[in-house]
């Protein structure tokens, strides 16, 4: 664990890119095997590399963003520890309960509960929406962020490191094991349930957060959890829904000219506010069906995978 937690404290920003990097890469080459939907199957004009051209764009708008507040993060953390600050400095255990207790502290408040404002406040969700628009969700949607979101994602992340107290080392950790597990959970995968259910009680799976994406309320306030789902049980967010009923995108943007074009994306915090429409009831596919009605909120219909 010193050692881990010692690399982590020096961790090469090429290596911090390797991880980014190198998920994406894992996750996109499993979901174009094995895709829970099938998306150029359903609709002529999607394109995979298109797609995710518009995601990789914000992605690297977030590493900006990031790379340039990092200085603060680190001083927040050096502050901390030096002067005993926060949960983790009161806790002194050992060494692997730290690291457990931190990285449960970032989550919970690094990510879950900024998640969860940002469904709630809403001129944030004018910025987070930007996430939800997108009606083909892949490993590329985890970082689709507005930079604007990026900002107070990270004050929300100095905010988690105050208060856990986290010397440098766990924080690396945990940033590391956001990424890791936002791109597999927003995979365009679905796992067996033999493998789902014993997974999702320690772990955010594909199964749980593509519930998040459906593009009506009241999925699209459940399951906000990131690496851990032991926040949405305990507050009551959590949500189950069959794959072959889900609808991707969200119902105030349902245009390909509104959720598909990067200069309207940028410009929609900006733009009148627009009130959810509703939920109405689509109807359910036939059993053992795998053509699903036109998606209401995209315009497009997705097929399910055979065997689904």
Known sequence: MERLIHYFET?????????????????WLVESAFPLFRFGKAEAGYRKVGHAGINLFFTLTTVVVNFVLAFILLKTSDFVVAGKIGVLQWLNGPLWVEVIVGVLLLDLLGAWAIHWLQHHVRWMWRFHLIHHTDTYVDTTTANRHHPGESV????????????????????????????????????????PRWIDRPLGWFLVTPNMHHVHHHYVLPQTNTNYGNIFPFWDRLFGTYARMDSQDLRYGVDTHPQPHEHARIGNLLTIPFQPYRPPVGNPQLPKPASGATDRPPDAAAGHRSDPKPGE
């Open 152 to 191: 107070f994602r990270f004050g929300f992340t100095t905010l988690a490191v105050f208060v856990a107290g986290a010397p440098i080392g766990v924080v690396m950790l945990y940033q590391a094991l956001s990424v890791l597990l936002s791109q597999f959970n927003h995979a365009n995968i679905q796992l």
């Open 11 to 27: 961790i090469p920003s090429a290596h911090r890119s390797l991880i980014l990097v190198g998920g994406i890469t894992l996750f």
